[in-house]
């Protein structure tokens, strides 16, 4: 379990497994959509689907373990800042792998892990049949919105981290890094 001065090993794996894997479907999703990569597509969707097992996972034991405690005492502020950006990152890593299942289910496109349908497509010859277009919309507009939302926040997140390393000199870096002693 996490405590003041070191967080578990599967706080850390997990918190860099999601980082990564989410950070490298930003980038993916965003070269597919720019380039049409449509061959990418179902590659961005089995990761994100894998992602979102590993998301499930993290959400369960963040719940278990609560929020991180600083590591060193801070003003409220602080705290309640830190809290409801971690809050809203844990959100949006959970709705932005189900806006895409809300978006390629509802647009006739399908979706599954690697050649295993989850959800199956819905075609007439080449072309994909929606099988609602309202919410094939509304999927496809948060999933979009939200990805530049969540790569907005990561930033910040990432800056805020340097900050308390390089400014503030203390270990909440050090601590998700795993190189805290005690
Ligand atoms: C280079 C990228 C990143 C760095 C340097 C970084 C760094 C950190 C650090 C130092 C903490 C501990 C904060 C504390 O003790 O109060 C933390 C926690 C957290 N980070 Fe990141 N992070 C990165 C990327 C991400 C990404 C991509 C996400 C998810 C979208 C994320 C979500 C979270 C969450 C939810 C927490 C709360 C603790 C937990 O659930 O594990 N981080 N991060
Ligand atoms: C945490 C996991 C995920 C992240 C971070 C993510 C991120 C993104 C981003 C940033 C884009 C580009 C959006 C744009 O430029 O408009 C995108 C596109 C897309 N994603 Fe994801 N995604 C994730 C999971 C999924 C899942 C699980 C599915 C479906 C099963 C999916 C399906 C799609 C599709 C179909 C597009 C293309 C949208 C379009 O053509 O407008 N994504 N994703």
């Not at 049409?36 to 179902?42: I, N």
């Not at 719940?63 to 060193?72: I, S, T």
């Not at 978006?103 to 496109?109: C, E, L, R, V």
Request: glycine share 8%.
């Amino acid at each position: 379990m996490d405590t003041k001065t070191n967080f578990s090993r599967t706080t850390i794996a997990l918190h860099w497994l999601v980082a990564a894997t989410i950070i490298g479907l930003i980038a993916l999703g965003i070269y597919m959509v720019e380039t049409e990569s449509w061959h990418l597509y179902d590659i961005h969707k089995s990761i994100g689907l894998l992602a979102f097992v590993a998301i499930l996972a993290r959400l369960a034991w963040r719940w278990r373990n609560g929020l991180p405690q600083p590591v060193r005492p801070v003003s409220r502020l602080e705290h309640v800042t830190a809290a409801a950006a971690h809050v809203v990152l844990l959100i949006l890593t959970v709705v932005l792998p189900l806006s895409g299942m809300l978006y390629s289910g509802a647009s006739g496109h399908g979706f599954g892990i690697f050649g295993w349908e989850i959800f199956p497509s819905h075609h007439s010859g080449d072309q994909a049949v929606p099988l609602s277009p309202q919410w094939s919309d509304i999927g496809q507009s948060m999933h979009g919105f939200l990805g530049y939302l969540l790569l907005t926040l990561i930033v910040l997140h990432a800056a805020a981290a340097l900050k308390h390393h390089v400014i503030d000199k203390d270990a909440t870096l050090k601590r998700m890094l795993g190189r805290t002693s005690d």
